[in-house]
């Protein structure tokens, strides 16, 4: 038995110094020192022998049984460093590399244009307004003055919901909800920008497009206070030697109306492809809020006016930046939106 023990200790040192993983060498362990291992086996046995060689054999399975434990929390300890030396090899971290850059966005160009166009108004004391984009009929037709059956429904072709219910063609809805959160309290003084919908689509028109509403109710308001804002207006937005131009035209929510140019961004005036060789190019329609409108907000046309305009965003920012195709600003093409930033 002494022998078998002897051999044991030789065979499982031997073993166990060329495991080579942890696992193996757990195996190693469970063979030798297990409940049902090796050495575990012969002390099973320690009753046959006879008394006076117990001491003897006992001490040679105690000795076996510790050199064995030993020589796996060497190895363990060999295999474990092994191991970690490679984990960071492979995990290493060159700190002399130069970073990754986080790719920053940046914003929509009919965004910036939509913030420069506020900021302009908010700097002569407007303040901004906002209405649904699904919109009753009544506020964006009726209430402007434009019955169901009148011809003028037919300049805005429509995407209707329900019967009364539509996607608002324009921006002006929101004079009406503007007035009726203020009335009777003076002055009204705002602009909505926002998203329009109509069944158009080509080079120069999409289905959904951006316009900003203003308006401005006070009393005594005139042409010429109209006149003067867009002015100013225009000057920030294209250059201080800008002009402008009213042409009368027809909206059936103001009286008059009027058709608003400003004098060619391109070409100063001296006649251009961009300006049909007019020298002009029209920004947004305007004109006085027809008393009815007036009525339908909760004015008293007899004691206060006002003005309104409505210019459409995409068709500024084409202006401003050069852009011959509206569809860019909704294809999401970074070549595009890139130029912006
Ligand atoms: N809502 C008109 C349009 O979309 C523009 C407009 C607004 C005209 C306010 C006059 C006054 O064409």
């Known amino acids: ?55 003897i054999i006992g001490k040679a399975a105690n000795q076996a049984r510790d050199a064995i434990e030993a020589a796996v929390e060497k190895r363990k300890r060999e295999l474990e460093a092994r191991e970690q030396e490679q984990r960071l090899r492979e995990e290493a971290i060159d700190v002399t590399l130069p970073g990754r850059p986080v790719p920053a966005g940046g914003k929509h160009p009919l965004q910036v244009v939509t913030e420069e166009i506020e900021n302009i108004f908010l700097g002569m004391g407007f303040e901004i307004a906002r209405g649904p984009e699904v919109e009753l009929d009544y506020y964006n037709f009726e209430a402007l003055n434009i019955p169901r059956d009148h011809p003028a429904r037919d300049m805005q072709d429509s995407f209707y919901i329900s019967d009364d219910i539509l996607l608002r063609t324009h921006t002006s809805p929101v004079q009406i909800r503007a007035m009726r959160a203020r009335a009777p309290r003076l002055p009204v003084r705002v602009i909505a920008p926002g998203r329009v919908y109509r069944r158009d689509d080509d080079v120069t028109h999409s289905p959904m497009f951006h316009q900003v509403e203003g308006i401005y109710v006070d009393q005594g308001i005139s042409m010429a206070d109209l006149k003067g804002v867009l002015l100013a207006f225009a000057r920030e937005m294209y250059g201080e030697k800008t002009e402008i131009r009213m042409r009368p035209s027809y909206f059936p929510f103001t009286e008059p109306s ?84």
């Open 258 to 341: 009027a058709e608003v140019d400003v004098s060619c961004t391109m070409c100063r005036s001296q006649g251009c492809r961009a300006c049909g060789f007019s020298g002009w190019l029209e920004i947004l329609g305007a004109g006085m809020v027809h008393p009815r409108v007036l009525e339908n907000g909760g004015y008293n046309p007899e004691e206060v006016s006002g003005f309104a305009f409505g210019m459409g965003i995409e068709r500024i920012a084409m202006l401003k930046y050069g852009i011959d195709d509206i569809r860019l600003f909704f294809q999401n093409d970074l070549r595009f939106l890139k130029q912006f930033t």
């Open 1 to 55: 038995m002494r022998q078998q023990l002897e051999d044991i200790g030789v065979k499982a040192l031997a073993l166990i110094q060329k495991a080579d993983s942890l696992k193996e060498l757990e195996e190693l362990r469970v063979m030798f020192l297990g409940k049902k291992g090796e050495l575990t086996r012969i002390l099973r046995r320690m009753g046959d022998v006879p008394a006076d060689q117990r001491p």
